[in-house]
């Protein structure tokens, strides 16, 4: 094999500056100028560059295309070897390389090699979502922070669906009260009108009461059924009726109260549920109304005949307003005596079915001759006011249990479901998984309902508060119930759970018996405003609402049902609920 000889070319030295020494040097030799320039590759320019300039790559070397032949023309933007030509420079007339342009076009003819774009700090989230090329290495990692920014993307949807809601909430509120409620009682144009209380004023209300000291207990109580709390949703029980029981009266009619009064025991009467209804009264939405009378130095609240006292509200501070007709099974009014007549047959029917009653003092006053006295316990209580004033309210117990080897009294009431479409949630769903966020939402919507019987419980100093949960068998049948599930609470950890607060709730109570107490003699009536957040006091006659009553008759469908289903005896307690003072049935 024959190898060419490989000639060693001269380099020539640059003793004054970098690179190849200019034609015009003097220093150098005609002979040696000629060899450089033999030497030097043609069509390579060479710029000028001074020390402190910095230099890239070469060549790039790695643009250079697989296919030759599907390689753009020579010349154009897309060519890779574009970025080698040069033949925008030209050699210099002398020994050196330049520009043809000059310098001041250097910066014009500059073409970048590396086009890759300069690294990313590695760290911080943003690096650890967008570094794609590493999905080799952690894709464990990039799957908890894909989850991690979902659940932060969720946190903030949510905060903006509350505040939207709120804010539909307070419009809605408003509009419900100001279009859809009347007055629970015909203001009449001479009534005179002497108070007008604002809520926001028993916002700031506080009072502080001693214990109260028990006067009397009457009537006889039954045993809880413990077996109620096992009921669930998937093994339910039917609501029965208890038509021949008799239940509870108002203040004036009630004996106790009578006696206690002219014993002088006190100077403020009234019963827990007119107590509760002052209470709780920042938190009404329906109208509703007390009759005060004033009689010597005592005062006396009581409720009227038809009074919207006597039923239970059904969906009072819900968003959804309920149908205006009172012929539909949905109202607010057919509602309420569906929820009372719901409520009186729960409180019979969770106890223990042997006959045996433990009896107290006294027997319920005011039962009509062939009547059962219901299972309930009236405890009249006295609480002090002032040094001169003292309050007695007659507080209701339901049930009685043996707790620890002690004896535990409680009240029972109901919650009712009748459509789920108006509530949101299914109670036959729910209940069993969910019974916190099913509360949350009967909280949402039956917030005063709640409230009362909570302040009811903490009157009558009860141990405990069982709330069942009925419904009914069909959406469209509101005669016939059946009972999902029963919970308990006590009632000073429960009254905390919906910030019911007792200081404030005997703060009211003082103010309107101050105010009540610098009234002269006479009858006045106590309005809750359908329209707006606030209280009327009107003095009325003294014959004011003795012979106004009328029974209503009942709706078609309650008559035309067969005697032999359980419509005929929903009439009679219907028909009882609508025209009996507190809830008789």
């Not at 029981?245 to 025991?265: N, P």
């Not at 003092?361 to 005011?366: A, H, K, L, S, V």
């Not at 917030?447 to 419904?471: E, P, R, Y």
């Amino acid at each position: 094999m024959v190898f060419e000889a490989f000639e060693v070319v001269t380099v020539p030295f640059n003793t004054d500056g970098w690179g190849p020494p200019d034609a015009s040097d003097t220093s150098s030799s005609a002979s040696s100028t000629s060899v450089a320039a033999a030497n030097l590759l043609p069509n390579v320019p060479l710029g000028s560059f001074s020390r402190a300039e910095k230099l890239g790559r070469v060549a790039d070397w790695t643009r250079a295309l697989s296919n030759p032949s599907a390689r753009p023309p020579t010349g154009s933007k897309s060519d890779p070897s574009s970025i080698f030509d040069f033949s925008a420079f030209a050699v210099d007339e002398g020994f050196g390389l330049a520009n043809s342009s000059g310098n001041a076009d250097e910066d014009a003819a500059f073409r970048l090699v590396d086009g890759k774009p300069p690294p990313r700090p590695r760290f911080g989230p943003k690096w650890r979502f967008n570094n794609f090329h590493n999905r080799n290495q952690l894709p464990q990692r990039r799957d908890e922070e894909v989850e991690a920014k979902k659940r932060e993307a969720e946190k903030d949807r949510a905060r903006r669906d509350r505040l939207y809601n709120n804010n539909r909430n307070n419009l809605h509120h408003q509009r419900r009260e100001a279009a859809a409620f009347k007055s629970s009682v015909d203001i009449q144009p001479e009534w005179n009108m002497l108070e007008q209380i604002p809520f926001s004023s028993f916002s700031k209300l506080s009072f502080t009461v001693q214990e109260p000291e028990d006067l009397l207990l009457c009537g006889g109580l039954e045993s809880y059924d413990r077996s109620y709390d096992r009921i669930t949703p998937k093994a339910e029980r039917r609501l029965e009726r208890f038509k021949n029981r008799s239940f509870k009266v108002t203040t004036s009619d009630d004996d106790v109260i009578r006696r206690l009064a002219k014993e002088d025991k006190a100077t403020v009467f009234a019963t827990d549920a007119i107590l509760a209804a002052l209470m709780c009264a920042p938190r009404s939405v329906y109208s509703w109304d007390l009759v005060i009378q004033r009689v010597g130095n005592k005062l006396f609240f009581d409720k009227r005949d038809g009074s919207p006292l006597d039923l239970l509200s059904v969906h009072e501070t819900s968003q959804e307003p309920l149908p205006e007709g009172k012929d539909d099974i949905n109202s607010a009014h057919s509602l309420g005596l569906e929820a009372a007549f719901i409520n009186q047959n729960f409180a019979q029917q969770v106890l223990v079915k042997n006959g045996k009653r433990e009896a107290f003092d006294e027997p319920i006053p005011n039962v009509n001759e062939g009547e059962e006295n219901a299972s309930v316990a009236y405890r009249y209580r006295r609480w002090k006011l002032d040094d001169s004033m003292y309050l007695v309210a007659r507080c209701e117990l339901q049930s009685t249990v043996d707790l620890n080897n002690q004896k535990s009294f409680l009240t029972l009431n109901a919650l009712n479901e009748f459509d789920p479409k108006y509530s949101g949630v299914d109670w036959r769903q729910k209940l069993e998984t969910q019974r916190g966020a099913v509360l949350a939402n009967e909280l949402k919507n039956n917030g005063n309902k709640l409230a009362k019987w909570t302040a009811q419980a903490l009157l009558a100093n009860a141990d405990m508060m069982k709330i069942g949960f009925v419904s009914r068998v069909h959406p469209r049948d509101h005669f016939n119930h059946v009972i999902l599930s029963v919970l308990g609470y006590k009632p000073k950890d429960f009254a905390g759970q919906i910030n019911l607060n007792t200081l404030n709730m005997w703060g009211i109570v003082k103010s309107i018996v101050d105010l009540c107490m610098k009234l002269s003699e006479g009858k006045y009536v106590l309005v809750k405003d359908p329209s707006k957040p606030q209280v009327r006091i009107y003095e009325v006659p003294a014959d004011a609402f003795e012979n106004d009553y009328v029974e209503e008759p009942l709706p078609e469908d309650e008559q035309v049902q067969p005697p032999e289903e359980s419509s005929t005896e929903a009439e009679t307690n219907g028909a009882a609920e609508d025209k009996k003072p507190e809830g008789q049935a």
